[in-house]
């Protein structure tokens, strides 16, 4: 693995990592306005994500295929929902502005699994980024080092919010901001972890690439569909999540074709 590839890695990690230190110059948690276009924006970042970096690579691969040829996409795709809905029911969590917590029954503090949460959130970002990388690496993908790197750009951009939106509540529950920190950037952590896991997976399995591509798609979607658009609704009446995730799917969009 080349130094480009691994700051391609990493740069998901340091959005995270950026958006956690608000917790260091903000004093009041994030507004509900505020917390809903910044999900709204991380909704249409990886809804677009999932369209234009990953299944679109994957039916272009299967071309051969004819009409068939989305077939691998679609398989793919339902493996990444199936697993993730596996993670969400046995991973115990709780989602912001939640008063129920999801998965088996535990006796884990409110703020672990609020952080638990995130971390589930950003299996499927890293999977992304990863098989994305090794498609570029091993040349088997039609993927550019553009088109790796516009997923890592956008990938991060939409980290950032979501920092903030897990480091500030914890400050606001009791936790210092070095640990509400901590906590925020850490959960972002397990993104360059499962992308190098996804680039040693998907060197070993070349042929499986579609799959690959389109099981890290269906995960993102699971997250965008069962997390991320019920939060930006919730409460009060407002159409700022809908404009900002069309902020962020056509940012994603340019992002991809400009670069790739």
Known sequence: MNMET????????????????????????????????????ASGVM??????????PAMEQTESM???????AAAGFWLGILFLLLLDTVIPHLHLNSEKAEGPK??????TMMV????????PEGMAVGVVYAGYLTGS?????????????????????????????????GRSRGQA??????????????ALLTIVAAGLVVPAMPYLLSFA???????????????MSAGEHSNIGVVMFAVGFTLMMALDVALG
């Open 106 to 111: 535990s006796r884990l503090a409110r703020t």
């Open 217 to 231: 798609a269906g995960a993102m979607m699971y997250v965008v569909v069962e997390e991320l658009i019920p939060e």
């Open 66 to 72: 004819g009409k068939l040829s989305f077939a691998p």
């Open 116 to 123: 638990l949460a995130v971390t589930l959130h950003n299996i």
């Open 141 to 173: 993908a039609q993927i550019t080092a553009g088109g790796a790197l516009a997923l890592s750009l956008g990938i991060a951009i939409q980290n950032f919010p979501e920092g903030a939106i897990i480091s500030m509540p914890l400050h606001a529950e």
């Open 6 to 41: 691994f700051w391609g890695l990493m740069i998901p990690f340091a959005g995270t990592a950026a958006g956690s230190a608000c917790v260091f110059f903000m004093k009041k948690e994030l507004g509900a306005t505020v917390q809903k276009a910044l999900t709204g924006f």
């Open 181 to 194: 920190f901590a906590a925020g950037a850490l959960s972002g952590a397990v993104e360059p972890i499962g």
């Open 47 to 56: 809804v677009a994500a999932s369209i234009w970096s990953l299944l679109i």
